[in-house]
């Protein structure tokens, strides 16, 4: 009876990690932005914006804080000169991908926290900048 007791904790407690690990899905009818970032000596702030699409492409931007997601609906799309572009790669909920413009890379690599908002590390092979922030899914 101590057996089967004991093998039932195991087969429960091994389903509970089984079920925290449970995969994310990305959403790809929108952008996912991060709050207004402001550098240490800096006045001005930038916000990124990035945006998935089912096939595995990935765009991302920078911009000033005060733009709206209404503002890129013209422009940011996988045919625009002013994006860094790249493809995904999506295992649970972890994400890697890497993005490339005019300028240079930045490597990307995080999870999916919840349905809205992603963690992602990034180093920029441009500057050598490293930085972690979180994305954040709008409507």
Known sequence: MEKILIYLL??????????????????????????????????????????????????????????TPKDLESWFNLNSKYISIGNYKLKNNKIRFQTKNTIGEVKYKGKLLDENTIVLKSHSLINGNKDRNKYYYIE
């Open 10 to 67: 195991f087969v429960f407690f091994l389903f509970q990690n089984f079920n925290a690990q449970e995969k994310r899905e990305l959403r790809f009818n929108r952008f996912y932005q991060t709050k207004c970032i402001i550098a240490k000596d800096e006045k001005e702030g930038i916000n990124y914006f990035i945006r998935f699409y089912p096939n595995g492409n990935i765009i991302e931007v920078g911009t000033e804080c005060d733009t």
